[in-house]
């Protein structure tokens, strides 16, 4: 019966692969809660994974819906921009989730928005990579854009303003 994990390996032409050890790291990994494992001996590097390589899926998310609240990674994380004193609550739109805030698809693409730009509600806005998963944020209404509270790079935190539609 053949796992239905990928498994990939590293080795000298003149070194076999011990399949058993492959089976062994595979079963390990089933029992687990580990994504991947890898092991190195010599020159020989077995890597097996619970999910393949293939392209991120992207999900949607959207600043109304309840997300669960995760505990921050690292206590050490940037300060969170504060939100224009002006704005109203319902105004600020808030990160679902810790991670990474990209304010454009590319590093040489232009933003999603900008100031001044104007949106309706479900408009990609951003994206939040969190955990190799690019999610995409949407807008939660309809507006202008009066402000942006993150950097395109910045680490976010669950609940941090993003930015405001007035």
Do not use: C
């Amino acid at each position: 019966m053949k796992s239905p994990l990928p498994a990939t390996a590293k080795a000298p032409k003149t070194e076999a692969i011990d399949s058993d050890l492959v089976r062994k790291l595979a079963q390990l990994l089933n029992e687990s809660d580990l994504a991947e494992l890898e092991v190195e001996k010599g020159d020989l590097r077995i890597r097996v994974a619970r999910y393949s390589s293939a392209a991120p899926q992207i999900q949607h998310y959207a600043a109304a819906a309840p997300a669960q609240q995760i505990a921050p990674a690292a206590a050490a994380a940037a300060p969170a921009a504060p939100a224009p004193s002006a704005a109203s609550s319902e105004n600020v739109l808030k990160s679902p989730m810790v991670g990474t805030a990209f304010r454009r698809p590319s590093p040489d693409a232009k933003a999603f928005v900008e100031i001044g730009s104007v949106v309706k509600a479900g408009d990609r806005v951003l994206l939040v990579e969190a955990m190799k998963t690019f999610n995409e944020i949407l807008a939660h209404r309809s507006g202008t854009v009066t402000a942006t509270s993150v950097e395109d790079g910045q680490p976010v935190e669950y609940g941090q303003a993003l930015m405001t539609i007035e």
